[in-house]
């Protein structure tokens, strides 16, 4: 089945950029999303990217996919404390019932 | 305001008790899923459901059993918890042509 893999842990120094890596197996991944927990609460879309970009841009967030390597990155420009979360990364084939294969979540911490 | 909203934040219960975890989405969404999360395992999808009284076993389906009566409400059964059924619980829905997956705020459950 579907596979999707991230490291667990990132700790980035505030005002750094963090860049959050993911990696899929599944090749007909047609949509491919980052979504971000924070403590407590449930999970939050970010952003989402279709598999014929290799890039997006959204404020301080940026995107940017290999679909050849099966690699997804997130970088959070000028990162804050509020950054603090678990961040997910999650793919869809669009089969028909929008089924989300997620990853185990990237834990990012931010040094003061 | 796009709204799921799960019946209980937090949850103990006993082995051997019948539990019911309830989930409700404002959206008119045909598509709903619920998942478990555990530290270093994300999300895992244990049942979803594209429309009324139509359910389709996850990835992790064991004791666990869902009913979905009507369009707005999705629940999940667990018939006789055990202790490794201690989990967060999130419910999602999404509409059919859309491209965004919505949270509910998570249960988390403890089973004694």
């Known amino acids: 089945g579907e596979d999707v893999e991230q490291s667990l842990f990132l700790s980035v120094r505030e005002g750094d950029s963090s860049v959050i890596n993911c990696t899929y197996t599944?090749?007909?991944?047609?949509?491919l999303y980052w979504y971000k927990q924070e403590p407590g609460a449930g999970l939050q879309l970010l952003t989402y990217?279709?598999?014929?970009?290799d890039m997006k841009q959204d404020q301080r967030l940026t995107v940017l996919l290999n679909k050849k390597d099966k690699h997804l990155s997130l970088r959070i420009a000028d990162t804050q404390t509020g950054d603090s979360a678990i961040y997910f990364c999650?793919?869809?084939?669009?089969?028909?019932?929008?089924?989300?294969?997620f990853g185990t979540g990237t834990r990012l911490t931010i040094i003061p | 305001d796009v709204k799921v909203t799960q019946s209980s934040r937090y949850l103990v219960k006993r082995t051997g008790e019948k539990v019911f975890l309830e989930c409700v989405q404002d959206?008119?969404?045909?598509?709903m899923f619920w998942y478990r999360q555990d530290p270093g395992l994300g999300l895992r999808l244990i049942y979803f459901?594209?429309?009324?009284?139509?359910?389709e076993k996850g990835d992790i389906p064991e004791g666990y059993s869902v009913s979905r009566e009507k369009k707005e409400r999705f629940s999940l059964i667990l018939e006789s918890a055990s202790t490794n059924q201690t989990s967060m619980y999130l419910c999602?829905?999404?509409?059919?042509?859309?491209?965004?997956?919505?949270f509910g705020p998570g249960t988390r459950l403890t089973v004694l």
């Open positions: 459901s594209y429309d009324v009284k139509m359910k």
């Open positions: 959206m008119d969404h045909e598509n």
């Open positions: 999650a793919e869809s084939n669009r089969g028909g019932n929008e089924k989300l294969t």
């Open positions: 999602a829905s999404i509409r059919r042509v859309s491209d965004t997956q919505y």
């Open positions: 599944d090749s007909s991944s047609t949509y």
């Open positions: 990217i279709f598999s014929n970009m």
